[in-house]
C-alpha cells in the first residue's frame, strides 16, 4: 500500500509539472501575505509552494494532523500548518527565528492590539529623554547617536507595556526597524558598514516603527481572518497545538510526541559562507528584551555577531577531517565532490565535512520525531565551494538511506529572487532548488 501511495503522490506532482516546466518555480505566483509577511527573514520558502505540496499529502496520505519543521526560520512551514489546522513542532537555533514563530503562532487579539499600539505610539512621542538605555560592544559603530536615542525611546516605551504577548508583537516590528536604520548595508545579509553618504541618510527610527508596526497590525488582522475562512480559529487562536524549540539538533532532541510530516529547508551549507542568519539577527537581537522569548533554551547566543552561526551546522570546524572519515561511507556523493575539491583548494573541505556531519547527526534526531512511513518534504540548495557544485540533493538522499528511508520524489525548481552572498572565497550565487521527497 505504501509503494502504491508513492507512485500516486509521483503521478500527482507529475500533473503539476506537466501543465508548465516551470510551475514549481511560481515565479510571478509567489506573494507574502497575512503573518507571511511579518518579518523579511533571509532565505524564506515560498509559502504558496509548501501549502499547494501540503495540499496534495493532505488529500492523498490519510491521517496526517502534525508536521514538523526542524530548521523552522521565520515560520513558512508553521503558517501554512496553521492555515491547516495542523500541529506543530518548530525547532530553531536562532532567537529571532523563535520570537517569530511565537508572534505568528500567538492569539490574535487584534482589536486590544491596536488600541495598545495607539497607547505605545503617543507614549514614544511624548518621550524626550536623552538617555540611550542599551549598551553593547560596537553599538557606536553599527548606530548614529540619534538613532540610538530613537530606539531606546521605543525600547522603553515597549518595556513598559504589561502584556507580554503584545511586546512580543512589538518586538518584532522593532527588529525590521533596527535592520533598517542600523549602518550596515542592506545588500548583504553580512555586517559591512555602509558608505558614510547613506549612513547621513538614515531615516528616523521611530517613523520606520510606526510604519512597520501598522503594517503588521494590517497583517495580523488578514491572518485572524483568514484562519477564520478556513474554520481553524478559536476563541482568536488557531486551533493547532505549537510547540517551539530553542535548540541545536545535532544534540538529542527531547520531545515525546512523534509527527505525520516533515517540511523544511536545512542552511544549503555552514551559515558563514551561506546565508549567515545569525549576523543577520544579531543587531535586531541587541534592541530586544529576550526575556519575553518564552522558549529560549540556548544561552550565550549574543556573545558577538558570529556565535549563533558559529554554533549552527557546520560552524565549528574541530576535527573536520576526522568527521570526514565518520560520514564519507553514507554517501559516494559527498566523497566524489571532495575529490574535486581537493585538487583546488584543499583547506575548504573541511567546511564542507563539518556542515555535512553536523547535517547528519541533525537528521538521526529528527527522524526519531517522525512516524513510520512518515513523509518528508526537503527544500535544498546546491552550493558551490571552490566553483564546484556540492550536490546537497543527492548527499541528502543517500544519508537518508544510509538511516533505511526510501526515496520517492524530486522536483528541481528555478529560483525567482531569494538573495544569498553573491561571491565569496567558496560561494557563488544558487539560481536552482531541489525539492527532495522521501520516506522514513
Known sequence: MTLEQDQNLCKIIDSYSSKDD????????????????????????????????????????????????PFVGSGTTLSEALSRGLDFLGIDINPLAILACEVKSGALYTKKLQEKTDLLL??????????????????????????QLELS???????????????????????????????????????????????????SAILIFEKTINKNISNMKEQKEFLAKNKVLKINKSISKVFLKNIDTTNNIKHN???????????????????????????????IDIA??????????????????????????????????????????????????????????????????????SLINVLKLLKENAYMIWTLGNRRISNIEVPLDKIMRELLESMGCHYVYQIEREIPSKRMAKRNSVATTIGNEFILIMRK
Request: charged share 20%; net charge positive.
Open 22 to 69: 516551470a510551475y514549481w518555480s511560481f515565479r510571478g505566483r509567489a506573494k507574502r501575505f497575512h503573518c507571511h509577511n511579518l518579518i523579511h527573514y533571509p532565505a524564506m520558502m515560498v509559502p504558496e509552494m509548501q501549502g499547494e505540496l501540503l495540499d496534495v499529502f493532505l488529500t492523498e496520505v490519510q491521517n496526517i494532523q502534525s508536521v514538523i519543521d
Open 122 to 147: 503617543h507614549n514614544i512621542k511624548k518621550d524626550k529623554s536623552n538617555i540611550v538605555s542599551k549598551n553593547f560592544f560596537g553599538i557606536n559603530k553599527w548606530f548614529t547617536k540619534q538613532t
Open 153 to 203: 525611546t521605543i525600547y522603553r516605551c515597549i518595556k513598559a507595556e504589561q502584556s507580554k504577548w503584545a511586546r512580543k508583537i512589538f518586538w518584532l516590528s522593532l527588529s525590521t526597524t533596527v535592520r533598517a536604520v542600523c549602518n550596515s548595508r542592506s545588500s548583504t545579509y553580512k555586517l559591512h558598514i555602509k558608505p558614510n553618504k547613506e549612513i547621513d541618510n538614515i531615516p
Open 257 to 287: 510526541k512523534k509527527y505525520d510530516l516533515l517540511i523544511s529547508s536545512p542552511p544549503y551549507g555552514d551559515n558563514q559562507t551561506t546565508v549567515p542568519y545569525g549576523q543577520f539577527s544579531y543587531l535586531p537581537l541587541m534592541w
Open 292 to 361: 519575553d522569548i518564552k522558549n529560549l533554551s540556548k544561552k550565550n547566543m549574543l556573545i558577538n555577531p558570529n556565535t549563533i552561526d558559529f554554533n549552527s551546522l557546520g560552524g565549528s570546524l574541530k576535527n573536520a577531517l576526522i568527521k570526514l572519515e565518520e560520514i564519507k561511507l553514507k554517501s559516494k556523493s559527498l566523497v566524489q565532490c571532495v575529490q574535486k575539491i581537493q585538487k583546488i583548494n584543499p583547506n575548504n573541505i573541511k567546511k564542507l565535512a563539518s556542515f555535512i556531519y553536523d547535517l547528519n547527526q
